[in-house]
């Protein structure tokens, strides 16, 4: 018996710290955006948000808008959010084509574009 139990006991580490090493961590991937990749949008859209395929650091992430490859605009993502979105608002585009940048702080840092084009509205 105390065999036993010593062996469930001296195992559990070994599984429980085999899920937390960073080489068995999932790949981020981003499963959701909006606006999505390439969408045409109405100016008067302003949110913003990235859904990724496991929780982020909401505190140590970052959105923005870029256009020409400069950002013109930096969004603060909302703290409450769902754990594996990154939600933010922002002002009203003018038409053009722009670009969503996120980056998603923690170890390992990951970033991305999702490009999007602000229609005229006509």
């Not at 013109?72 to 769902?82: F, G, K, Q």
């Not at 084509?97 to 923690?106: E, I, K």
Request: charged share 20%; net charge positive; hydrophobic share 40%.
């Amino acid at each position: 018996m105390i065999t036993r139990r010593h062996s469930l006991f001296c195992g559990a580490p070994a599984v429980l710290f085999g899920f937390i090493r960073p080489g068995h961590a999932q790949e981020l991937r981003v499963l959701e955006s909006a606006p999505q990749a390439n969408a045409v949008i109405d100016g008067r859209s302003s949110a913003f948000y990235v859904r990724f395929s496991r929780p982020v650091d909401h505190q140590d992430s970052r959105l923005a808008i870029k256009r020409d490859g400069r950002i013109i605009e930096v969004l603060h993502p909302r703290l409450e959010s769902a754990p594996e979105v990154l939600f933010a608002r922002a002002p009203t585009l003018a038409p053009g084509r722009y670009s969503l940048h996120w980056l998603v702080g923690g170890s390992p840092q990951a970033d991305g574009e999702i490009p999007f084009t602000v229609g005229s509205g006509s």
